[in-house]
């Protein structure tokens, strides 16, 4: 995906970066997958707490609202008639551990989440959801992560110093680190 100003996927190194390629994707995922969505009401943040989900859709609950039933926006009170704004959680970890499909694929799941959102006022893992999830070829579930690919301990009292999900220059160049704790060199695994 070559847009300008966006970085590749694995040039990646910031979160305004992380939401500058997510963005891009959603807008090319739109047109492609022919998703319903209003990109211009949705935010992005990327969370750095160690969750176990790889993204998440905030949004405020509206009483009364149903899946597979549409919602009149004019009728919520925080609204001027347009859905309300929601936000597209990215977390960071997630993103370290996952390809760019994987990556692709979590997007797809969290705009398929907004689609419902802006139609129906709420989003669940229901059928509706479990048929649109065939149809734009991703995951039910939310995806998880959990074991990284590199392990980083400290050698002399064994804490673990650091994780990493993919190879990068902290992962090569682990040897001229020292751990905070005892100030002792690092003994790297491969935990999968
Ligand atoms: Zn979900
Ligand atoms: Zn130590």
Redesign the pocket.
Known sequence: MAVEGVPAFDAIESYDELIAWSRAYARKARREWLLDVRLDLVEWSVSTRARRRAAAVKRQRIPDATVGKPIDWGRVPESDGRPLPCTISLTWEAFESFSGDEWKSTLRHELLHVEQFQRDGTTDHGPAFERRAREVETDVRCRTFATPEWLFR?S??G?EVARRYRECPFVREYEAYR?E??G?ALVRSRPG
Do not use: G, L
């Open positions: 400290c002399e009292c804490s751990s704790c005892c002792a």
